[in-house]
């Protein structure tokens, strides 16, 4: 089956400053990546995703980057800013089929002001 | 809009004991989830209900997990017995269409088996 590895576990960052998550997942098939962030207490939220006939898409502060060759997926949080702790999760679709996702273990990113 | 409402929050109960969840997802969306989330853990999907059918249950541990939408609008899982490793937080979460599209997560039960 997919399996998605999620790197760094922890991320802290100063206000201001750029964050970067980098996942890699293992099935070739695999064409939705979605990015998912889950403050304490509630559930996760999407931010932003990408399928694999688009290599690059950017909303605000967010970018996603896809390499299907290297099979790498990427989240890039730009000045960021204390409402972006949380922890982000990124997801592979099992295959060509969108609603069944493998999640990564998750990174928690810590904002310091 | 409502978003997907889930209850009881939080659950304490010994193993081998029972225990059911509800979730009701937002309205009008055909497809439910249900989601186990070990601490420390991604999601791990466990079931998929389009309106009152089943499509995925290929995770789920039948021998003592269940799982329902009579309606095809709010769903309950089940656990009976419950297991020491079953500690976890169970999320659910709705789309409206399957196949594609975003899914919208409820905040989820925390269960805790002593």
Known sequence: ?113 | EAGVAQSPRYKIIEKRQSVAFWCNPISGHATLYWYQQILGQGPKLLIQFQNNGVVDDSQLPKDRFSAERLKGVDSTLKIQPAKLEDSAVYLCASSSRVGAGEQFFGPGTRLTVL
């Open chain 1, 1 to 113: 089956g997919e399996n998605v590895e999620q790197h760094p576990s922890t991320l802290s960052v100063q206000e201001g400053d750029s964050a970067v998550i980098k996942c890699t997942y293992s099935d070739s098939a695999s064409n939705y990546f979605p990015w998912y962030k889950q403050e304490l207490g509630k559930g996760p939220q999407l931010i932003i995703d990408i399928r694999s006939n688009v290599g690059e898409k950017k909303d605000q502060r967010i970018a996603v980057t896809l390499n299907k060759t290297a099979k790498h997926f990427s989240l890039h949080i730009t000045e960021t800013q204390p409402e972006d702790s949380a922890v982000y999760f990124c997801a592979a679709s099992i295959g060509s089929n969108d609603y069944k996702l493998s999640f990564g273990a998750g990174t928690t990113v810590t904002v310091r002001a």
